[in-house]
């Protein structure tokens, strides 16, 4: 049983910030690198950061580089998503997974930016 569950996300203002979580489950998250991806209406799922296995390494889309931070607390078998200054272009529904892996995919969470 692997399972992905991503919460945090709602409504905000262009500006505002938002922290998103992905609970792990089935598997242990610590031995692998994870990601955020996220998916538009009408647009193709695309990488917003990734990190690596102990945390020490990180890497941000062009899109969001300065604005989010990605964070894992592998005690917790969770990853984080701190995101600032959000822009109306960030809204999506934001998920969680492992790259060089993939399990399934759990609901996402949607994060709305907007005035």
Not at 23 to 43: C, D, E, H, N
Not at 101 to 109: E, L
Request: glycine share 12%; charged share 15%.
């Amino acid at each position: 049983q692997v399972q992905l569950v991503e919460s945090g996300g709602g409504l905000v203002q262009p500006g505002g910030s938002l922290r998103l979580s992905c609970a792990a489950s089935g598997f242990t998250l610590s031995i692998y690198v994870m990601s955020w991806y996220r998916q538009a209406p009408g647009k193709e799922r695309e990488l917003v950061a990734s990190i690596g296995s102990a945390g020490g390494s990180t890497n941000y889309a062009d899109s969001v580089t300065g604005r989010f931070t990605i964070s894992r607390d592998n005690a917790k078998n969770t990853i984080y998503l701190q995101m600032n200054s959000l822009k109306p272009e960030d809204t999506a529904v934001y998920y969680c997974n492992a790259p060089h892996f993939f399990f399934s995919w759990g609901q996402g969470t949607q994060v709305t930016v907007s005035s």
